[in-house]
C-alpha cells in the first residue's frame, strides 16, 4: 500500500514562504495539486521519481519549486511570494510515468492534504 503524508501547511502572509513536505512510502513520481472550497482541484507541479523533470502550472512558476530528497523518500513544495489566491488545501498524488502531468484524474494515490491559507 502507497502511504503519503503532507505537512508544513499554515497562516501566512501575502509574500511569504511555506515549504510543503510530502513523505511518501516509497519513490515515486509525484504531483502537487490545490483545491480551495467550492473550486476544482488545479495542478500546482510535479516531478519525476529522480526529480529531473519538474513541470509547473502557469499561475505558480517562478514562485514555486518543487524537489525532492530521495534519500527521504520525500517531495517537497517550496512556495515563495504566496499570494491570497494561493488558499488552498494542498495535496500531494502518486501518478504513473505514462499519465497525464496535470491531470488529477490520472493520478492513484492520494494524501489527506494541508492546508495553506494566506492572508491579505
Known amino acids: 500500500q502507497v502511504q503519503l503524508v503532507e505537512s508544513g501547511g499554515g497562516l501566512v502572509q501575502a509574500g511569504g514562504s511555506l515549504r510543503l513536505s510530502c513523505a511518501a512510502s516509497?519513490?515515486?513520481?509525484i504531483g502537487w495539486f490545490r483545491q480551495a472550497p467550492g473550486k476544482e482541484r488545479e495542478f500546482v507541479a510535479t516531478?519525476?521519481?529522480?526529480?529531473?523533470?519538474?513541470y509547473y502550472a502557469d499561475s505558480v512558476k517562478g514562485r514555486f519549486t518543487i524537489s525532492r530528497d530521495n534519500a527521504k523518500n520525500t517531495v517537497y513544495l517550496q512556495m515563495n511570494s504566496l499570494k491570497p489566491e494561493d488558499t488552498a488545501l494542498y495535496y500531494c498524488?502518486?501518478?504513473?510515468?505514462?499519465?497525464?502531468?496535470?491531470?488529477?484524474?490520472?493520478?492513484?494515490?492520494w494524501g489527506q492534504g494541508t492546508q495553506v491559507t494566506v492572508s491579505s
Open positions: 516509497g519513490r515515486y513520481a
Open positions: 516531478t519525476s521519481w529522480s526529480g529531473d523533470t519538474p
Open positions: 498524488a502518486v501518478r504513473s510515468y505514462s499519465s497525464r502531468l496535470t491531470e488529477s484524474s490520472d493520478y492513484v494515490y
